[in-house]
């Protein structure tokens, strides 16, 4: 089964900063990687789809990039609505496997 | 709008079964696969499998093959997950979510139902 890891598994931030938070596959996925953010008491919110496509509504301060078994979700310009779980997740394979999650906490 | 509302939080002992409702609306429920995804208190999100509601043919993760059940109804657009034998560790938050083919990635979520596990 494919692993994925994400790092780091929270961080603390500013509004106003650029986050990054990297997420890596245990071997190869192409492009297929997604990005959720999830607040508590809400469903899950798409992203970026296949690593670097930003889903329909998304603010463009949100990109992805990556492939293989290394991608990067950024965010410039953190806004306060921003702080919240993200999590990747492989569509490569048919188990559709999650990262643990990073937590964008304030500084 | 294309929505998915899940059915309310539930409490069960353990050994019992529980069975969960996510109705689909905005868009034509055949033509997307439905997927769900559980995260237990302090844990990450965790894939369990998925139905076509179309064909009704279903796909588990390896950990809940044997558990759990997905299945429709699709004069009413919902979709249910039924999980069997349940056990303290089967406490979580379970969501339904749109699997947009095109995407490769799951689009619509539902808001969430609370399972507590408990004697």
């Known amino acids: 089964d494919i692993q994925m890891t994400q790092s780091p598994s929270s961080l603390s931030a500013s509004v106003g900063d650029r986050v990054t938070i990297t997420c890596r596959a245990s071997q190869s996925i192409s492009h297929y990687l997604n990005w959720y953010q999830h607040k508590p008491g809400k469903a899950p919110k798409l992203l970026i789809y296949v690593a670097s496509s930003l889903q329909s509504g998304v603010p463009s301060r949100f990109s992805g990039s990556g492939s293989g078994t290394e991608f990067i979700l950024t965010i410039t310009n953190l806004q306060p609505e921003d702080f919240a779980t993200y999590h990747c997740?492989?569509?490569?394979?048919?188990?559709?496997?999650f990262g643990g999650g990073t937590k964008v906490e304030v500084k | 709008q294309v929505q998915l509302v899940q059915s309310g939080a539930e409490v069960k002992k353990p050994g019992a079964s529980v069975k969960v409702s996510c109705k689909a609306s905005?868009?034509?429920?055949?033509?997307?696969?439905i997927h769900w995804v559980r995260q237990a208190p302090g844990q990450g999100l965790e894939w369990m499998g998925w139905m076509n509601p179309n064909s009704g043919k279903t796909g588990y993760a390896q950990k809940f093959q044997g558990g759990v059940t997905m299945t429709r109804n699709t004069s009413i657009s919902t979709a249910y997950m039924e999980l069997t034998s349940l056990r303290s560790d089967d406490t979580a938050m379970y969501y339904c979510?749109?699997?947009?083919?095109?995407?490769?990635?799951?689009?619509?979520w539902g808001q969430g139902t609370t399972v507590t596990v408990s004697s």
């Open positions: 979510a749109r699997w947009d083919k095109k995407l490769y990635a799951m689009d619509v």
């Open positions: 905005g868009y034509t429920f055949t033509s997307y696969e």
């Open positions: 997740q492989e569509s490569y394979t048919t188990r559709l496997t």
